[in-house]
């Protein structure tokens, strides 16, 4: 393919029109755009503003974001384009010339015609991210039911009826091409009214932007798997450690890592030395620019669309009410913050009270870079931009040790007989007395990052419902060998735990366990039948896997019709994996049976175990995997409904 | 022994040439360690420690070079060629064959080791090497690696070669031969690119030492070390 006129950021984009094209071709698009702008200077809210000159007009249309398509029929194109995020010219994957893709506004209740065109020179594909349709429609090749992707050239069209509405998205489900730019949002309006009510409505898409190609980095993982990480803990910080702790306690505090070779900033596999993270497809050097009125809440809706960072997302000055996540209602709970897993979608709102600018501010949890946009009553308004946070170091929790039971609790000179370790071994021929950390105070440690944070009483009941098994873990055979360098023993459920760098920040951070459906759990069955999965994985090695075996190698798992399941992951590597399960809900074990959340993708902690039901409605072929798009080609697997 | 070497490879490669997936990519890496100039009292030499691996995930053939250089004439330089297997997490079995060129007459090796990462984070090649006339010989390659900063790395290595037998053609003697002791600072100004200096202390002993004394040469010496690390 070859490369085709600039895009300029966040402009029109015109291209020749593709001759079977029946819906706006791109410049009808522009026009559509440009309407859409001077109707609103005209007659809306910017009017309002103060918004007179052109200048400041071009200004804001510069940092708006994608267009929006809405209706019910819809021609999506995909090609290549030149885009620049970073001074240099690079080929770009968009949809419709735009990059991240046109937001797509559909309504709950109607039948949607989407025709795909693949104008790229190889195979594509489109999945409509945390949709319930059948497998057909659902956009993976090789998996979803008789869909072999969109070969070059081809159109394919998909046709189903929408049956829910909320903050959705979605992307390739084809090679690395949503690394390139493939990704766009989802927003369904629902029949009836919104539960929340609101007087603007954003969609805020959070993505890391590389030069690099994807296939480079993933092979770059390959041969050196902290090759983006330039946050290791380094002679300084050691200097300070020893400082402040004394020799000794540096020495045992650092000892289990430099045994197991493990790293306690192995936060991100790719960072901010590569990418650069985009809002709405603005660099954080632009930002993007959302306007409001004092006094008028807003509905943010945040999107994960990035291929693999996490994001910590804030907005300095103001407190968001969560919602809705992963596009369903939520009883509204008040949060400073929130960790955004990739793929994740949270629906915010928030309601400034004052003719003052905030930022929209999303660390990625390397501390690496950052996104950032601005909410402002006037285009010439912005707020400062705040310091990322400083890097956080892996506990001892998210390594899958029994930190838990003893949070809180001096452990000097704990008796190894009362640490918890069921198995045994952590590593292979890891001695058992190596889990020993003698003189050391887990519950006096300071900055308390050690997965032993505090759990209020509310929370810790809520965390650990009756019914979950929390027993001794089983490690399958499949999982001992050269490809897994690590297997939690004492895996915890840690709900109310907001994550590794996040942990006593002092800002009231949103955790799973503050996620309480708004309805009723919709099939209020106990499970027939429970699955455990275990994410696997060897870093340096750049492998991943669940039980030990990647999806290249695995059974598809055989899923009955009808049936109520309960699925436990643990997770034996020092990663969050974001496991999206697709065309099913995942009713997430929050602790209240009768308000399970509904999700479609789930953050498995670090060295930890979290469950979830399914209730198996959807017939065929569906994908399972970690979304994190360099672990998703071994940490995946095939599911078959009949 | 050639023969077995290259039949062992051959095997390795039938198992390993169609294993890759698209998680699985064939990739290929190729490392110069040590590219420097040594300053001695006299002529200055200039050392190659230099590697290359192609392969999957589990399964790699390696190369393995070390040259040295002295006055436009190459005084040392040995070549291996590997299988390798992952066989831990953090370990791999390597397997093939190491040829001795220089120096002259070139001596063959069937090479057996494992190289990884040994808890506390060193990196370790080990090897024993069995040669045609009954020699066996042994080598241990040890290195940390200390972060000053993200970018200044701080690099202790110690190598040392064992061999059972004296090879006076060689300069060869038995038991612990000679030893080398490495500190090197390196700045990477990318991952891949890194400019370093150092200090390297080497010392031969036994019969060895006996064979360089008795051709006029130093048995121990201290340098400062001049080089780049780079690879792709």
Redesign the interface.
């Known amino acids: 393919m070859s490369v085709k006129d600039p895009i300029t950021k966040g402009g029109c984009r015109f291209r020749r029109p593709v001759s079977h094209d029946t819906s706006p071709s791109p410049e009808d698009v522009c026009l559509i755009r440009r309407r859409f702008v001077q109707g609103l200077a005209m007659g809306g809210a910017v009017a309002g503003l103060g918004l007179s000159t052109p200048s400041l007009l071009a200004a804001v249309m510069k940092q708006q974001g994608p267009q929006t398509l809405g209706g019910t029929d819809f021609n999506l194109t995909i090609s290549e384009q030149t885009v620049n995020f970073t001074g240099t010219p690079r080929i770009g994957t968009t949809v419709n010339d735009s990059l991240p893709a046109p937001v797509l506004r559909w309504r709950e209740g109607d039948r949607v015609t989407l025709r795909v065109t693949n104008l790229l020179s190889e195979t594509s594909s489109i999945h409509w991210h945390g949709i319930i349709l059948p497998s057909a429609m659902d956009g993976v090749p090789g998996i979803a039911t008789g869909f072999e992707g969109i070969k070059p050239g081809e159109t394919f069209t998909y046709q189903f009826p929408v049956i829910q509405s909320g903050t959705y998205w979605y992307h390739s489900h084809s090679g690395f091409q949503e690394q390139t730019g493939l990704y766009g949002a989802i927003v369904i309006d629902p029949r009836e009214s919104e539960p929340a009510s609101y007087d603007r409505d954003y969609v805020v898409m959070l993505s890391d932007w590389t030069d690099e190609d994807p296939t480079d980095v993933y092979k770059k993982l390959k041969k050196l798997s902290h090759y983006y990480n330039f946050n290791e803990r380094s002679h300084a910080d050691l200097m300070k450690d020893i400082e402040e702790k004394g020799l000794a306690a540096t020495w045992n505090d650092r000892k289990m890592w430099n045994q197991m070779r493990m790293s306690q900033r192995d936060l991100s596999d790719v960072t901010g030395y590569t990418y650069t993270y985009l809002m709405n497809g603005q660099t954080p050097a632009n930002g993007w620019m959302g306007l409001f009125k004092k006094g008028e809440k807003i509905r943010l809706r945040i999107i994960n669309g990035s291929a693999m960072s996490f994001f910590d997302v804030r907005i300095p000055g103001l407190k968001m009410t969560v919602v809705a996540a992963d596009g369903q209602h939520i009883e509204p709970v008040s949060v400073d913050e929130f960790r955004i897993g990739v793929a994740e979608t949270y629906d915010v709102i928030v309601e400034p009270k004052d003719d003052t600018a905030y930022t929209l501010f999303a660390q990625d949890i390397s501390r690496s870079g950052y996104a950032r946009g601005t909410l402002t009553p006037d285009p010439l308004l912005t707020a400062e931009i705040p310091e990322m946070d400083v890097v956080p170091n892996l506990g001892h929790g998210d390594m899958g040790m029994d930190m838990m039971l003893h949070a809180g609790h001096d452990m000097s000179g704990m008796d190894h007989s009362q640490h918890q370790m069921p198995d045994g071994k952590m590593m292979p021929g890891m001695d058992h007395s190596q889990h020993q950390m003698p003189g050391m105070s887990m519950g006096s440690n300071t900055d308390m990052d050690m997965g032993g944070y505090q759990l209020s009483n509310a929370s810790s009941e809520r965390a650990n419902p009756s019914d979950f098994t929390s027993g001794p873990v089983h490690h399958a055979a499949s999982e001992y060998g050269p490809h897994v360098d690590m297997r939690a023993d004492a895996p915890q459920y840690r709900l109310n735990d907001p994550g590794v760098g996040l942990r006593n920040n002092g800002r009231r951070v949103l955790t799973y366990a503050d996620l309480k459906n708004l309805r009723s759990t919709h099939d209020q069955r106990e499970p027939d039948r429970e699955i455990e999965l275990h994410l696997t994985g060897n870093m340096g090695r750049y492998m991943w896997s669940i039980n030990g075996v990647k999806h290249a190698n695995a059974e598809p798992l055989r899923w009955k019709l009808g049936e109520r399941l309960r699925i436990t992951f643990v997770n034996d590597t020092m990663m969050n994996h974001p496991m999206h399960l697709h065309g099913m809900w995942s009713d997430l074990e929050t602790g209240d049976n009768n308000f399970l959340p509904r999700k479609h993708t789930v953050i498995v902690q670090p060295g930890s175990r979290i469950s979830y039901r399914v209730t198996v409605d959807a017939e065929g072929g569906w994908a399972y995997h970690c979304h994190l798009l360099y672990h998703m080609l071994g940490m995946f697997r095939t599911v078959i409904v009949s | 022994m050639k023969k077995t070497v290259f039949a062992l490879m051959a095997m390795g490669l039938s198992t390993t040439v169609f294993a890759g ?5 064939l ?1 290929y ?1 190729v490392m110069v360690d040590k590219l420097e100039i040594r300053n001695t009292g006299g002529n200055d030499p200039f050392v190659l420690d230099a590697d290359a691996w192609v392969g999957y ?2 399964n790699k053939f390696w190369f393995k070079t070390e040259v040295e250089r002295v006055d436009g004439e190459t005084e040392e330089a040995e070549v291996q060629f590997l299988y390798s297997r ?6 791999d079995v390597q397997a093939g064959w190491r040829r001795d060129i220089k120096p002259e007459p070139d001596r063959d090796f069937l090479a057996l080791g494992f190289k990884g ?5 060193f990196e370790v090649d080990a090897g024993v090497f069995i040669g045609e006339s009954g020699q066996v010989g042994a080598r241990l390659d040890a290195e940390y690696e ?6 200044l790395i701080l690099s202790p290595e110690i190598e040392m070669n064992l061999y059972s037998k004296d090879d006076e053609e060689v300069g060869i003697g038995s038991g612990l031969s000679d030893m080398e002791l490495g500190l090197r600072l390196r700045y990477e100004v990318l ?1 891949e690119f890194a400019p370093y200096i150092g200090v390297n202390w080497t010392k031969i002993f036994g019969q060895t030492a006996d064979f360089a004394s008795d051709e006029g040469e130093d048995t121990s010496d201290l340098q400062m070390v001049i080089g780049i690390r780079a ?1 792709f």
């Open positions: 997936g698209a998680d699985d990519p990739v890496k995930d589990l992952a066989v831990a997490p953090f370990w990462l040994a808890p506390y984070m200390y972060m000053l900063t993200q970018k991952r690879w």
